[in-house]
């Protein structure tokens, strides 16, 4: 199957399109999508033929975990072992946003997405089209950068379209331009104090203010 850019509306997704994207990825398909950040690459992260798919595109190790987007916050549960205190807060203030926040990953989760590490980076997005596409797929979209391994992040479906040739994504959902800067902050909440794995779009300082609930 030949890589096809399907323009969508990234402020109110058509849903006729979004059905499209959805059959796709229920296929084991992959598709690049627009993001808070950047354009990410999803597939279904349950699916761990669609996962390979998403490895071999990126061209990266497997011993990388990927995260994922959910759709809603009680889509978490399924996803986790536990969910700590500390974790709380955060998910308050900062969801829907550019934070993955890093659980320990429950059983049902593959190995495969969690590179062996028994945890798991969980986000909601703020983005329309990442947010409804995992609320509809009824379960976590793989959100890793639509870009090679070590390369240049896409902000633009031409980003993608140009980078990512053999393989590439079944589809580019083509929202226009992302914001670009910095992506999504990643911490890990099964530490105490919370580490943070990667400086992004949500300061530190503006994170680490915040506590368990009392």
């Not at 323009?7 to 993001?35: I, N, W």
């Not at 379960?139 to 479906?157: D, F, H, I, Y």
């Not at 040739?165 to 670009?180: S, Y």
Request: proline share 12%; net charge positive.
């Amino acid at each position: 199957m030949m890589m096809e850019i399907w323009t969508v509306d990234p402020e109110a997704p058509e849903p006729e399109t979004l059905a499209r994207a959805l059959a796709l990825l229920r296929r084991g398909g992959t598709v690049a999508y627009p993001t808070e950040t950047f354009y990410g690459l999803g597939a279904d992260a349950l699916n761990e033929a669609a996962v390979r798919k998403i490895y071999a595109i990126k061209g990266r190790g497997f011993r990388n975990p990927l995260p994922v987007i959910i759709g809603a916050r009680d889509d978490l549960t399924s996803l986790v072992a536990d969910v700590p205190d500390v974790a709380l807060p955060l998910m308050r203030d900062f969801w829907p946003g550019p934070l993955t926040l890093v659980f320990r990953a429950a059983p049902c989760v593959p190995p495969l997405l969690t590179g062996g590490t028994g945890k798991i980076g969980i986000r909601l997005s703020s983005h329309p089209v990442a947010r409804e596409l995992a609320r509809r797929l009824g379960g976590p979209l793989t959100a890793t950068s639509a870009n090679l391994s070590g390369r240049q992040e896409a902000v633009s479906a031409r980003d993608v379209r140009v980078n990512l040739q053999r393989p590439a994504p079944n589809v580019i959902l083509d929202g226009g331009p992302t914001p670009g800067g910095r992506g999504s902050t990643v911490l890990d909440v099964t530490t105490d104090p919370p580490t943070v794995l990667r400086e992004g779009a949500v300061p530190p300082d503006r994170i680490l203010r915040k506590g368990p609930p009392r």
